[in-house]
């Protein structure tokens, strides 16, 4: 056998090409391989740095309580949304929010915003990692007895800023804060290229090659997480932390508000739900794959290692004797850069602990980094264009690499902080906002006007989302209580008047509301467009012994899940006004505004977004009128001209299980 030929089929077993679908689509080599990628994608650094001082912070039993809820009431709906619609839709966001409706492609394309954006940051956080790791190898360990010194000025190496001022009765600034370092810190840009050659490594043929490098990226972290656990808790006085962290309980904690508004964060942000690259990765999944078991698992698995991963830092924090009552908090670099390198210095074979956590932090988080970027690939090949995948993967990495540069400055450090903070709190919040309320408005809303009628539809509306919006806002104006008074009271409001000025439907509705008139048009105006969203999403995703989505899921996305989120949204702007002082917060905060527009221009202007969507597949949002009726869509890519006119290729399948739920 000639060396060429071997080469080849070494090639070949290391980056094989991707299965097909039957529908002609890259497939994942196998269930596991999908479920592999997915929890790489949310099992990440934060994992292990972010929810350790989450934590810490509000440390606890108590904890669980506010935690737990957004898991079961935020977390597992809003994935078993992104997985369906990916699965059931063949495609990427963009494509898959198409399919909801054609006024949500700007819905889609924010996710993949948000994690385009996030991408080049997060990878400079991993050069600073590969910078500490590189330094593992020295002894003594060069961070010994000057942790926030060898951080802050031999990897981070930024110029401190001049802090600006305000006014003293604050209303006006003074003068801004300024930033003297511009230029590139060296190692930094090196270990940033490096991430990017490995990210493209990974993506550049597809999941046939992806499936295959999950296996390492998701078990190595796993084994290595194991032993360092196996070492913070066998130190010196690790039992005292461990205790603060399991076996303390601080009640009174639950009647401050910033508990709740944390663990809705920390379970948001952990997660990975409102970056696009579930609904990507969902997309080569087998159409009939068991979706929400895939859901349940992906978070449930999350929470279990982030969980028992918490132990390695409380070993730690009581190595350290390092207890809140001496007024410490711990920030996610803070944990990562400063306590546990600091800790691991004061440990035999020091060197070697040092290797672990670094090198586990840096697989960790290189998984998360390739399905952001994979999501934005997906929405590319989407369209439909003409040029192979490893030449459109290389162009993203050079523009992520290109973007990351900003970060690698002698300012990187405060601009990282200043979109970090403005795209987690302004556009990710708001993202999976949209993504919980507009699925479960706007589905084949024309069913619902042709049923009750427009006014009403429109009144409805106005009061719920009206509620919201002045909720909030009264809330922080004048107090919380006056504000959930408002926004309940309108909402009640409107939902009285669009009930009354409601057509009586004709359609049949569930059984519960199907005996008086009223109760029939407040089921058509409140649950409709959700519930039927999830009977078309269970004809191909809840088949043979597959769990059905549950009839509570729709009514959680929307009259749960989008409060909460929308009172989350609301701290944001109070928080933005103590930093208007600073540029780069205030460049982070108009980057964020951009997700805002997006979904905007994309429902006032829908036909701007087609050209990120395949010709034979923009038509795929319009439904035909047929109320109370599940429907699949079966795309055909020939008949373009009458999925734009309406007139959807499709089969009409009548269920006798969920015709009634």
Same mark, same amino acid.
């Given at each position: 056998m000639s060396v060429k030929n071997v080469l080849k089929k070494v090639g070949g077993w290391f980056a094989p090409p991707p299965g097909k679908a039957e529908d002609g689509r890259d497939q994942w080599p196998s269930r596991a391989a999908f479920l592999l990628a997915s929890m790489g994608g949310c099992a990440g650094m934060g994992n292990l740095l972010r929810y350790p001082s989450q934590v810490y912070n509000n440390h606890g039993l108590q904890w669980y309580i506010p935690y737990l809820m957004c898991v079961f009431l935020i977390a597992i709906p809003v994935l078993v949304l992104e997985i369906a619609i990916g699965q059931a839709y063949r495609g990427g966001s963009v494509v898959a929010f198409n399919n909801i409706n054609r006024r949500l492609k700007g819905v889609g394309l924010s996710l993949l915003y948000v994690g385009f954006v996030v991408g080049p940051y997060f990878v400079v956080i991993l050069a600073w990692i590969m910078n500490y790791f590189r330094n593992s190898f020295i002894s003594p360990l060069p961070w010994t007895g000057r942790g926030e010194e060898f951080y802050m000025k031999d990897v981070?190496?930024?110029?401190?800023?001049?802090?600006?001022?305000?006014?003293?009765?604050?209303?006006?600034?003074?003068?801004?804060?300024?930033?003297?370092?511009?230029?590139?810190?060296?190692?930094?840009?090196?270990?940033?290229?490096?991430?990017?050659?490995?990210?493209?490594?990974?993506?550049?043929?597809?999941?046939?090659?992806?499936?295959? !490098? $999950?296996? *390492?990226?998701?078990?190595? +972290?796993?084994?290595? @997480?194991?032993?360092?656990?196996?070492?913070?808790?066998? #130190?010196?006085?690790?039992?005292?932390?461990?205790?603060?962290?399991?076996?303390?309980?601080?009640?009174?904690?639950?009647?401050?508000?910033?508990?709740?508004?944390?663990a809705c964060g920390q379970v948001f942000f952990s997660t990975g739900v409102g970056f696009g690259y579930f609904t990507s990765y969902a997309s080569y999944n087998s159409k009939h794959s068991n979706a929400v078991v895939d859901s349940i698992l992906i978070v449930t698995s999350n929470v279990l290692f982030e969980n028992i991963a918490a132990f390695a830092v409380f070993g !730690? $924090?009581? *190595?350290?004797?390092?207890? +809140?009552?001496?007024? @410490?908090?711990?920030?996610?670099?803070?944990?990562?850069? #400063?306590?546990?390198?600091?800790?691991?210095?004061?440990?035999?074979?020091?060197?070697?602990?040092?290797?672990?956590?670094?090198?586990?932090?840096?697989?960790?988080?290189?998984?998360?980094?390739?399905?952001?970027?994979?999501?934005?690939?997906?929405?590319?090949?989407?369209?439909?264009?003409?040029?192979?995948?490893?030449?459109?993967?290389?162009?993203?990495?050079?523009?992520?690499?290109?973007?990351?540069?900003?970060?690698?400055?002698?300012?990187?450090?405060?601009?990282?902080?200043?979109?970090?903070?403005?795209?987690?709190?302004?556009?990710?919040?708001?993202?999976?906002?949209s993504e919980c309320v507009s699925s479960t408005t706007v589905y084949r809303w024309k069913d619902v006007v042709g049923q009750v009628g427009r006014p009403a539809f429109i009144v409805y509306n106005c009061g719920y989302f009206g509620g919201m919006v002045l909720g909030v806002g009264i809330a922080h104006a004048v107090r919380p209580p006056v504000g959930a008074g408002v926004g309940f009271g309108l909402y009640v409001a409107g939902s009285a008047i669009s009930t009354f000025i409601a057509k009586t439907p004709d359609a049949e509705t569930p059984k519960l509301f199907n005996g008086n008139a009223i109760f029939r048009r407040f089921y058509w105006l409140a649950f409709y467009s959700g519930n039927q969203l999830r009977r078309d999403l269970n004809v191909i995703v809840g088949r043979g012994n597959n769990w059905e989505i549950p009839a509570f899921w729709s009514p959680l996305l929307r009259y749960v899940a989008g409060p909460i989120l929308a009172i989350v949204f609301g701290f944001s702007y109070p928080a933005f006004y103590k930093l208007r002082i600073d540029p780069l917060h205030i460049l982070g905060f108009a980057i964020g505004h951009i997700a805002l527009l997006i979904i905007a221009f994309g429902f006032i202007v829908p036909r701007w977004y087609d050209v990120i969507i395949s010709p034979s597949r923009r038509g795929e949002g319009r439904v035909p009128y047929a109320p109370g009726v599940a429907f699949e869509a079966v795309v055909s890519s020939g008949n373009s001209d009458a999925l734009e006119s309406g007139e959807v290729e499709g089969k009409v399948v009548v269920d006798p299980d969920t015709q009634n739920k």
């Open positions: 981070v190496a930024n110029i401190p800023p001049i802090t600006g001022n305000l006014t003293e009765d604050g209303t006006k600034v003074l003068n801004y804060t300024k930033y003297p370092g511009v230029g590139l810190v060296g190692e930094t840009v090196g270990w940033t290229a490096f991430t990017w050659f490995l990210v493209w490594l990974c993506i550049f043929r597809g999941v046939g090659l992806t499936g295959r !490098v $999950v296996y *390492f990226t998701m078990g190595l +972290p796993v084994i290595m @997480t194991i032993v360092l656990i196996g070492r913070a808790v066998s #130190l010196d006085n690790a039992k005292e932390g461990i205790k603060l962290y399991f076996a303390t309980w601080n009640g009174d904690k639950l009647a401050n508000g910033q508990i709740w508004q944390t !730690v $924090v009581g *190595f350290l004797r390092l207890f +809140p009552q001496d007024g @410490t908090r711990l920030g996610s670099f803070t944990v990562g850069f #400063l306590t546990l390198p600091l800790a691991i210095t004061e440990m035999p074979g020091a060197n070697f602990w040092a290797f672990a956590l670094f090198f586990t932090l840096m697989v960790l988080g290189y998984s998360s980094a390739f399905a952001m970027l994979d999501a934005v690939v997906t929405l590319v090949m989407d369209t439909g264009i003409k040029y192979p995948r490893p030449l459109v993967v290389t162009t993203l990495v050079v523009i992520s690499f290109l973007l990351s540069l900003p970060y690698c400055t002698q300012f990187g450090y405060y601009l990282l902080d200043g979109i970090d903070r403005w795209i987690n709190d302004i556009a990710l919040v708001f993202v999976v906002f």
